[in-house]
């Protein structure tokens, strides 16, 4: 297969942090403290992995950013594309520093004093929603008069809407997730265990192209009416349902796709019953229906009641008990989250999941999800996967 | 192949929950707050996705503990070991509730008063250390008077020395990654990227029984001298060094291996330089003089000075500039870190990696690393790979 992701130029970095700069010093914050995560590759490229030593993105609103590393990861900071361009300076602390004091005396310094002497109070800090608790205690513990809120009212304003080049790579990833579902529905699921087929899932996610495969839910049987159901030494049995929920990252960009499947161990007497074809056309409806109402300026609690009408309306709604979807983009889970009391309209460029779900605890249920892009006059669905039962042998 | 996979009972569960209780009052917390992740997987058996909603066990010093869930993922919850045994109430929330209000209400509570009125003044609560920030912000903010303090030096008291059924799986992942390991020399790697080697690994990881590939660090050539190099789309050639450091987890505990390869490209005149084999053969002198140090009583500064001495002898010093070694159980960094300054001796039953390294930066470098319980008089080495250089024609 010839590659032709999409890869994101240093400018755009660099844009995106002079952006961020920008908004924190509107929103009245002497600085935005990034952790590891998606933050952190969103503004500087910078996939570091998530350990205990710290890594951190430190945006003044008056000045530049910064990139604070520990010394051994040296290589791999400078190598992101900003560092790599020269826009984002990167500070190394050796093993037996203390990086939160330096952060701290970075942050004291740009909030305009001297820094051996200029206390933090007043000031306000945001931090990255996913910093562990084991980096922010000893940031509040180094800058005790400053106040810690979170930076995702700032940094989501940049991150909800996607650019071209952050669709192509979520459509490729859901393109790729498309063909693992295929892959699935037309090998043998009867007499394996959950886990056993979840391992499957895994594995085809990473040979279709995904770099990590980060969840594959295998619920069987009644496990199908548990949402977030993830995958047991449960022995998959003919004439049941099994609700197969997967996705991984490509570029660092999510895929995310439902689909629910009936296997009949090739016994044509052990199809789906009435009701449950009953219930996965009430379903299958409710789906379309929440992606047709998708169009810039809608709210996204008027698209979750686009799913839950037709649901209610045939006695299911309390059987669908979440919310219609999530963003996603660099993580899984993200703005804009598709919710009743969700009244921010959606605009152009914003990428989520549709998907209801009808559970019927302790028997069975079924779930439809697909990504979305906002478009400016309806929705630009990524996958292309049928969205039918699929009725197989299994 | 035949799983004896060891499963941890669910009275192991209520053992850890009562001890973590009875640790906390001692150390005068009122409340410890798991998160998910590491300590509520250790507490409660319970590998709930790192999703944005609130999970949360609370643990209070008086009273017994309760596993705070969002409803949509009640029956995953209520089947941890110890909920499913009755040793664990599951306590859920709704979409539109406030569930960091709820754990306020309940830390409040526990503390001795009435829920409505008492106020939490002086009152220490301990978070578990990888407490996102969009949790640990809520939480002090609905309990503006207590103070939060990390947990894991309650915690890690526990988790730090490993049972016989945590070595089993220790031990299960450490030989499935010796598998990968002998695979990927053995087979092509000239001519590919990194990345592309990476990919293999993951889907050789997951084949060789791990649940989850968590990393693999494809270092070749240059990249080679940087010790947390992931993977690049540089292209391996022949007459250069790979350092391979792979890893995931059976069963939740982890493993984490590397080994150094060189490749030939079947070209004998491209074999390692004597400069390299002679860096090798001291590194590989330095991370055996390391385990054999390792002994109950030893502390881990010592294991770890017992790596650097035979490095500095030969002016490699600068060239190893990263700790010796860290624990591994079920994060693949954990306490005991092999370090100087860490005094705390070594007790029976910790597991932590060995994996000194020497790095000649914009050229090459080398690591070995084994993953190390320690015995009563000696070392357990749960890794069976063989540790020379790997020349191999790739």
């Known amino acids: 297969m010839i590659s032709s992701r999409p890869s994101i130029p240093a400018e755009r970095y660099r844009d995106r942090l002079a952006a961020a700069g920008s908004l924190a010093g509107e929103a009245g914050f002497a600085a935005i403290l990034v952790g590891v995560g998606a933050d952190m590759r969103y503004l500087a490229g910078y996939p570091a992995m998530p350990l205990e030593r710290l890594t951190m993105l430190v945006i003044p609103a008056e000045g530049g950013p910064s990139l604070v590393a520990p010394r051994l990861e040296a290589t791999p900071a400078r190598s992101c594309p900003p560092a790599a361009a020269g826009f984002l300076p990167v500070v190394t602390w050796d093993e037996t520093d203390d990086p939160h004091a330096l952060v701290a005396a970075m942050v004291r310094g740009a909030s305009g ?3 051996a002497t200029t206390s933090a109070a007043g000031i306000r800090i945001a931090v990255s929603d996913d910093l562990p608790a084991r980096h922010l205690l000893r940031l509040e513990d180094r800058l005790p008069d400053a106040s810690f809120e979170l930076a995702s009212p700032v940094l989501g304003r940049l991150r909800i809407v996607k650019d071209a080049d952050e669709i192509a790579l979520l459509t490729e990833a859901a393109h790729a997730a ?3 579902v295929a892959q699935i529905a037309a090998g043998r699921l009867v007499g394996r265990t959950e886990a056993d087929v979840a391992r499957e899932v895994r594995e085809r996610l990473l040979a279709e ?3 990590e495969a980060h969840f594959a839910i295998v619920g069987s049987g009644p496990n199908s009416a548990s949402p977030h159901h993830d995958a047991s030494e449960r022995v998959i049995a003919a004439g049941e349902p099994i609700v197969l929920d997967i996705g991984g990252t490509i570029g660092g960009y999510g895929s995310d796709i439902t689909r629910t499947l009936w296997v009949t161990g090739g016994d044509p007497g ?4 009435e ?3 009953h219930l996965f056309a009430v379903l299958d409806g409710a789906q379309a229906a929440a992606t047709r109402a998708v169009r810039a300026g809608v709210t996204p609690e008027a698209v979750d009641a686009a799913a839950r009408r037709p649901i209610e309306a045939e006695g299911y709604g309390e059987a669908f008990f979440h919310r219609t979807g999530h963003g996603i983009g660099l993580e899984g889970h993200e703005d804009p989250y598709i919710i009743a009391g969700n009244t921010e309209p959606l605009r152009e ?3 989520f ?7 019927l605890v302790g028997e069975y249920g079924a779930r ?3 990504i979305v892009v906002c478009g400016s006059d309806g929705p630009i669905e990524l996958n292309e996967a049928p969205r039918e039962l699929y009725v197989v042998d299994g």
Request: aromatic residues 6%.
């Open 113 to 115: 004093g001297d820094r």
């Open 178 to 180: 498309d063909r693992v």
């Open 209 to 211: 192209g995904h770099e």
């Open 270 to 273: 052990k199809g789906p019953d």
């Open 275 to 277: 009701r449950f074809r």
């Open 349 to 351: 460029g914003m990428a």
């Open 353 to 359: 999941s549709i998907e209801p779900g009808i559970y």
């Open 368 to 370: 439809i999800e697909d």
